[in-house]
């Protein structure tokens, strides 16, 4: 059932959320990875957690519209390609928020650590990767794994949600991009996953609200401020984040994996 009153909410708990939402989405904006803050601000709370994912959906699309507009505007996003992948983002992340809802993610988060682990260790070893761009434009192969990419994050995005973007980084790195225009276009991709898991959940009446409004407040500031960031300071600011966040990340599912909170 959807949760709409107030209860017991107390001034702290929003004031937390709103000031969680605008860390994750600062980080977000850069370089993908803010549900690490996102979504256990929201568990915090004691919601269940498939409202907790519902209502973290709710507040992460305004973050990444905020951040996505602010790279459309300053010519960081190639338009061509991510208009014809969101509408495959928004259907396989609302394919992913369904199967969440009947399969334990249990059993794929080593496979998701190991991924990460091996995406922070060629980065790490090449150390001029995504620092310039080598995009050539859209050909066969180009929107063939571009088309499989955006299907397989957007459904995880919806299934699990932390590092999504920084896969998304790290495909559009790989396509030819340089870290902040693939900072930009993933942002166009990721608000197509929220999108999607938002719909699905709102229909299925898993979403707070009150919270997740708070918390959108928060993640708006941050998502522009965080694109901002990411223009401002070029490709070798982003690069030194990623690596930062993305061990985060290993950490953090890590723990959760061995049994941690």
């Not at 519902?54 to 061509?80: C, D, E, P, Q, Y």
């Not at 992340?93 to 190991?114: D, K, N």
Request: aromatic share 12%.
């Amino acid at each position: 059932m959807m949760e709409y009153g107030i209860g017991d909410t107390s001034v702290w708990t929003l004031l937390c959320l709103l000031g969680a939402g605008f860390l994750a989405a600062w980080i977000d904006a850069i370089v993908g990875g803010g549900g690490v803050i996102s979504l256990p601000a929201v568990l915090l709370t004691g919601i269940p957690p498939t409202t907790a994912l519902g209502t973290n959906k709710l507040a992460a699309i305004a973050g990444v519209m905020a951040a996505s507009v602010t790279f459309w505007r300053n010519g960081h996003v190639r338009k061509r390609l991510v208009v014809r992948l969101f509408p495959l983002a928004v259907i396989a992340a609302a394919l992913g928020s369904y199967t969440v809802m009947h399969v334990p993610v249990m059993y794929l988060e080593p496979i998701i650590i190991a991924a990460l682990i091996a995406v922070s260790g060629f980065v790490l070893r090449h150390k001029r990767f995504g620092q310039e761009a080598s995009y050539r434009g859209e050909r066969p192969r180009i929107w063939l794994v571009a088309a499989a990419v955006t299907v397989a994050f957007s459904f995880y995005d919806g299934f699990i949600g932390p590092g999504t973007g920084a896969f998304f980084m790290m495909a559009l790195v790989a396509l030819g991009f340089d870290f902040v225009h693939a900072s930009g276009n993933s942002r166009v991709l990721n608000m197509g996953s929220n999108l999607g898991s938002l719909l699905f959940f709102l229909t299925v009446g898993e979403v707070h609200l009150l919270y997740g409004a708070v918390m959108a407040c928060g993640m708006a500031a941050g998502g522009y401020v965080g694109a901002r960031t990411a223009m401002t300071r070029g490709a070798g600011f982003v690069r030194v984040i990623f690596m930062v966040v993305t061990g985060l990340l290993i950490v953090r599912l890590a723990w959760s994996y061995s049994g941690g909170a």
